[in-house]
């Protein structure tokens, strides 16, 4: 059954205008409840936090046992002899020998130190959302967003005896909209987890609606994408400006 809830009520209509926002659409192929979805207003401050991981390797003794075998060690260098005399044993063994021997001469085996790519960090987002209710139907609405986020960040059991498996929880796709279209200039997110979310209820007044509801509730949202992300998922061939 599809359901698509808006705030603020206006957006509806300001969005056909081109005014933008963000749509948050639970995964079809992850949750069961398909169609469901939340569009909010487009939030100041949107970060994307891109990361590559690497990592320092030394690469000393590779390289003086490759000068060895191939006689290019100078004859004057004195751990150049150091080593020859420990070629052949277990790279421990070596390593152990050339210290000792090192701190006798006073000197160090260069480590030739080199740079090795480990892999791509796994992108997050963060989202905050301050909303104020103009009318009643307004502060329904807020009340079913926030249980939308909070329903679905969770898992369900998977059923049997004493419930010790957990389904995952569903993925968001995460969609900025400008002018009707998707933005080509904001981030392009693939499906994420709802990692964390807090809800502050009133962090400016301590009214209450005569129905009970608060005058203002913030919602802050991070998201986590399902995978670490290579150049190709980003980028067609030969693109730069998408993205």
Same mark, same amino acid.
């Given at each position: 059954m599809s359901q698509i809830l808006t705030f603020p009520s206006s957006l509806r209509a300001k969005a056909d205008d081109g005014d933008a926002y963000v749509s948050f659409i639970l995964d079809k192929e992850t949750s069961p409840d398909t169609g469901k979805s939340v569009n909010l207003y487009l939030p100041m401050g949107i970060t994307v936090a891109d990361s590559i991981s690497y990592n320092s390797v030394d690469l000393g003794f590779d390289k003086a046992r490759q000068a060895f075998q191939s006689d290019q060690l100078a004859q004057e260098d004195i751990l150049a002899r150091v080593i020859k005399e420990a070629a052949g044993n277990s790279n421990e063994a070596v390593a152990g020998f050339v210290a000792g021997r090192s701190i006798e001469a006073r000197l160090a085996v260069n480590p030739f130190t080199s740079v090795a #790519? $480990? *892999?791509? *960090?796994?992108?997050? #987002?963060? #989202? $905050?959302f301050n909303m104020i209710p103009e009318s009643s139907e307004e502060s329904k609405t807020i009340n079913e967003i926030e249980n939308f986020f909070r329903k679905y960040m969770y898992p369900e059991a998977a059923g049997g005896e004493g419930n010790l498996s957990l389904k995952y929880p569903p993925l968001f796709e995460i969609k900025f909209y400008v002018n009707g279209e998707e933005s080509k200039y904001l981030p392009k997110i693939f499906n994420s987890y709802l990692t964390g979310m807090t809800t502050t209820f009133n962090s400016s007044t301590n009214a209450y609606h005569a129905t009970g509801a608060p005058v203002e509730t913030k919602i802050a949202l991070s998201f986590q994408e399902s995978k670490a992300l290579i150049r190709n998922d980003l980028y067609e061939k030969d693109s730069t400006n998408e993205g």
């Open positions: #790519f $480990e *892999g791509t *960090g796994i992108r997050s #987002f963060d #989202f $905050e």
